[in-house]
């Protein structure tokens, strides 16, 4: 697989899996956002000004827990650095994405069924959800320059919208229409993956999530083949 297949491999199934996430929680657990916390604020605004305020308690909590995501990312990225094995930070990162997706699945297992209101298992299930959405947003900034962004799609319409009128306009180059592609194949992901995502959690559960962890599985075992292959120094 050449370089171009490879980046365009990890943005759509990426993209595929933070829409499919996102979606996934937001059918299950009152609204909540897992990728897009910012969300949250307006929903909760939303809740507290209707007639019922079911979910607020969890949206509100997301934000916490998303931060926690991201800050064990840069962690163990920094740690890394200090050891000199940066050829293990991609691996770790996906490797702790997949455990706290595992334990957002088992614990929407056992929160299940889950009713009108929210009890501390609904709750914890979904703090394990956006902290895995936060590690996600925190790994593809930091490792993977080169996508574009593969969870937030508002930034992605915008800068897909700036390109096509650059492009119209005649003052569009070989670097606008590469990186218009990039965004164009991450939102056609995201999209897909909200889409399938409510159909597979109305049909499974949380079991649902065993495709983005699939997903992630798929990506962590071809890093530790590339690092294997990768010359020693």
Not at 157 to 185: C, F, H, N, P, Y
Not at 189 to 215: E, K, Q
Not at 218 to 227: F, G, M, P, Q, V
Request: proline content about 3%; glycine content about 8%; charged content about 10%.
């Amino acid at each position: 697989m050449n370089i171009e297949s490879q980046h365009r491999f990890q943005a759509i199934s990426l993209g595929f899996l933070a829409g499919y996430v996102n979606t996934l929680g937001f059918v299950a657990l009152f609204g909540l956002m897992t990728a897009l916390v910012t969300g949250n604020f307006i929903l909760i605004g939303a809740s507290l000004v209707s007639e019922s305020s079911s979910g607020v308690l969890i949206k509100f909590l997301a934000f916490p827990a998303f931060i926690v995501g991201i800050a064990a990312i840069r962690i163990i990225t920094i740690w890394l650095d200090s050891r000199h094995q940066q050829n293990l930070q991609i691996q770790l990162t996906v490797l702790l994405q997949l455990v706290l997706l595992v334990a957002f699945m088992v614990t929407g297992l056992y929160a299940s069924p889950i009713g009108k209101e929210q009890t501390t298992a609904a709750i914890i299930c979904g703090m394990f959800g956006a902290a895995a959405m936060g590690a996600h947003s925190a790994y593809t900034r930091l490792l993977l320059p080169h996508l574009a962004p593969t969870s937030m799609m508002t930034g992605n319409v915008t800068q897909i919208v700036l390109d096509a009128m650059e492009l119209i306009l005649g003052k569009g180059d070989t670097a606008t229409k590469v990186r218009m592609s990039k965004s164009l194949w991450t939102i056609a992901a995201f999209a897909t993956g909200a889409i399938v995502a409510g159909f597979c959690y109305v049909a499974l559960s949380f079991w649902a999530l065993l495709v983005p962890i699939g997903i992630l599985v798929w990506l962590l075992r071809k890093e530790h083949y590339c690092n294997l292959e990768a010359p020693q120094v």
